[in-house]
């Protein structure tokens, strides 16, 4: 499972830092997912091997312009790219009266099908052939949610001694068994998959929320999960002066909540546009590792523009630098 942030920049773009958008490698090669889509998303993948073709859902986590704004252009860019595969769009409802009114209004149309899907709705799961995904609701200014991305299809390990001293002889059938599929022996009986493999490693899970003003709401979606990305729009000193109305979240309640939680790993991302990489003028991303870092005691990184992440079988967290 790898990670791209496209964006990293909280409410507007900064010279070094788009608004949100993030990509979530998994599945076939090149297979990717799309969480959140700001203005600018599409000229940030032009930076990257990820390619629009091989996009197979956009997940928004709230209508805020700085995560939707790049949608109409996204889609139908991909539209004259040639695309042709149906993509599910999947978030509020008011996406669907937002992306219509803008292809109706700009003589727009989509050369594939967009299904809308309400990730607001209590029974919201959705799922492809890669990952499991479902939604918990935040505290936000408007209706938000975050992501739980849980791997499905993990490989199988056949136990070959139980097989040979029950007569399954090597063949077809021990290939069936690893795909995951009963297999009828030639005598009759019924082999359960669930007898001659084992799964030897825990699918791999991972929450992206969007913006919110209460980390704890993620307790339950964070259980068992291996990672947390999650808004620090601020450190606490600025969020006091701010004041609780853009309900954003500082570093140090994330950082809090992340370590009360156990959580393994923790990127922290949708930093506000005064925070910059360095320099001597006004706040530095700097002040917002070193205030979650006094919290957090795990694997803490904070996001930059372009950063890949790969979240490996064995449940480690590793920057890719290629
Ligand atoms: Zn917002």
Redesign the pocket.
């Given at each position: 499972m790898e990670l791209t942030f496209l964006g990293t920049s909280a409410g507007t773009p900064t010279r070094a830092r788009n608004v949100t958008g993030l990509a979530l490698q998994h599945g076939g090669p090149r297979q990717w997912y799309l969480i959140d889509c700001g203005e600018g998303t599409q000229h940030q993948l032009l930076r990257t091997r990820l390619s629009v073709m091989q996009l197979r859902a956009i997940f928004i986590t709230?209508v805020?312009g700085?995560?939707t704004f790049g949608l109409p252009g996204l889609l139908t860019s991909a539209s004259m790219s040639g695309r042709t595969e149906p993509l599910p769009l999947i978030g509020p409802p008011q996406l669907q009266p937002f992306i219509e009114a803008a292809l109706a209004n700009t003589d727009s149309s989509l050369g594939f099908e967009l299904s809308f899907i309400n990730a607001e709705s209590a029974d919201f799961r959705w799922q492809d052939d890669a990952v499991r995904v479902t939604s918990f609701p935040l505290s936000?200014?408007?209706p938000?949610h975050a992501f739980r991305f849980e791997e499905t299809r993990l490989e199988r390990k056949l136990l070959t001694d139980r097989l040979e001293a029950d007569g399954i002889e090597a063949g077809p059938d021990w290939g069936r068994l690893q795909k995951g599929q009963d297999i009828r022996l030639p005598d009759g009986r019924l082999a359960c998959v669930d007898d001659y493999t084992t799964i030897p490693r825990s699918p791999r899970k991972v929450v992206v929320a969007?913006?919110n003003d209460t980390p704890e709401l993620l307790t339950d979606a964070c259980r068992d999960v291996h990672l947390l990305v999650h808004e620090a729009t601020y450190t606490q000193d600025v969020a006091d002066r701010v004041g609780p109305w853009p309900q954003h979240s500082s570093a140090r309640q994330v950082a809090g909540f992340a370590e009360a939680a156990q959580l393994p790993n923790l990127i922290l991302t949708h930093f506000s546009s005064r925070y910059q990489f360095g320099g001597n003028r006004g706040p530095v991303i700097g002040d917002i590792a070193a205030e979650a870092r006094q919290a957090y005691s795990g694997n803490l990184h904070l996001a930059r523009d372009f950063q890949r992440y790969r979240l490996n079988q064995d449940l480690t967290l590793i920057e890719i630098d290629e």
């Amino acid at each position: 499972m790898e990670l791209t942030f496209l964006g990293t920049s909280a409410g507007t773009p900064t010279r070094a830092r788009n608004v949100t958008g993030l990509a979530l490698q998994h599945g076939g090669p090149r297979q990717w997912y799309l969480i959140d889509c700001g203005e600018g998303t599409q000229h940030q993948l032009l930076r990257t091997r990820l390619s629009v073709m091989q996009l197979r859902a956009i997940f928004i986590t709230h209508v805020h312009g700085d995560h939707t704004f790049g949608l109409p252009g996204l889609l139908t860019s991909a539209s004259m790219s040639g695309r042709t595969e149906p993509l599910p769009l999947i978030g509020p409802p008011q996406l669907q009266p937002f992306i219509e009114a803008a292809l109706a209004n700009t003589d727009s149309s989509l050369g594939f099908e967009l299904s809308f899907i309400n990730a607001e709705s209590a029974d919201f799961r959705w799922q492809d052939d890669a990952v499991r995904v479902t939604s918990f609701p935040l505290s936000h200014r408007v209706p938000c949610h975050a992501f739980r991305f849980e791997e499905t299809r993990l490989e199988r390990k056949l136990l070959t001694d139980r097989l040979e001293a029950d007569g399954i002889e090597a063949g077809p059938d021990w290939g069936r068994l690893q795909k995951g599929q009963d297999i009828r022996l030639p005598d009759g009986r019924l082999a359960c998959v669930d007898d001659y493999t084992t799964i030897p490693r825990s699918p791999r899970k991972v929450v992206v929320a969007g913006d919110n003003d209460t980390p704890e709401l993620l307790t339950d979606a964070c259980r068992d999960v291996h990672l947390l990305v999650h808004e620090a729009t601020y450190t606490q000193d600025v969020a006091d002066r701010v004041g609780p109305w853009p309900q954003h979240s500082s570093a140090r309640q994330v950082a809090g909540f992340a370590e009360a939680a156990q959580l393994p790993n923790l990127i922290l991302t949708h930093f506000s546009s005064r925070y910059q990489f360095g320099g001597n003028r006004g706040p530095v991303i700097g002040d917002i590792a070193a205030e979650a870092r006094q919290a957090y005691s795990g694997n803490l990184h904070l996001a930059r523009d372009f950063q890949r992440y790969r979240l490996n079988q064995d449940l480690t967290l590793i920057e890719i630098d290629e």
